[in-house]
């Protein structure tokens, strides 16, 4: 998976300023709830993507073909927008940082771990930007 990531993150950077920013995962503790470990790094979140266009991937989000995404990145990259997309940790992302959202975006209704949504995201920016610029990738 970290091979697939560089090599999307490579070939993204043709098209747009990419980083991806980790937020370190919280840790349960008889004092420290799963709760408690959401808030936390909601916090830290927030704190990260400050006022930025928020796009949170969360399984209940609209659900977007290919191109609807690319149309979607084809308006924010008009409109000058900066965006953040949040995937969450193990324990999911607070109510906060949901409320916080512009969007919520489904990638799929099935469960997969963050490291896989991140490849999934990483390569389907890619797939959009491929298609906003008639690039041969996406194949109908």
Known sequence: ????????????????????????????????TVERCTEEEGENVLR???????????ENGKEMGSKKFAG???????AG??????IGG???LS???KERANILISMSKMTFTHQMIRLFLLEQLYRGFAILN???????
């Open 1 to 32: 998976m970290d091979e697939g990531m560089a090599g999307y993150l490579k070939m993204l950077r043709g098209f747009a300023d990419v980083e991806v920013v980790e937020v370190k995962e919280s840790r349960t503790s008889k004092t420290f």
């Open 48 to 58: 990260a993507v400050g006022d930025e266009f928020l796009v949170v991937l969360d």
């Open 90 to 92: 193990a324990f999911g």
């Open 134 to 140: 008639n690039k041969e990738y996406h194949h109908e």
């Open 95 to 97: 109510k906060t940082v």
């Open 72 to 78: 979607f990145l084809g308006e924010k990259q008009d």
């Open 81 to 86: 927008d900066s965006v953040s997309f949040v």
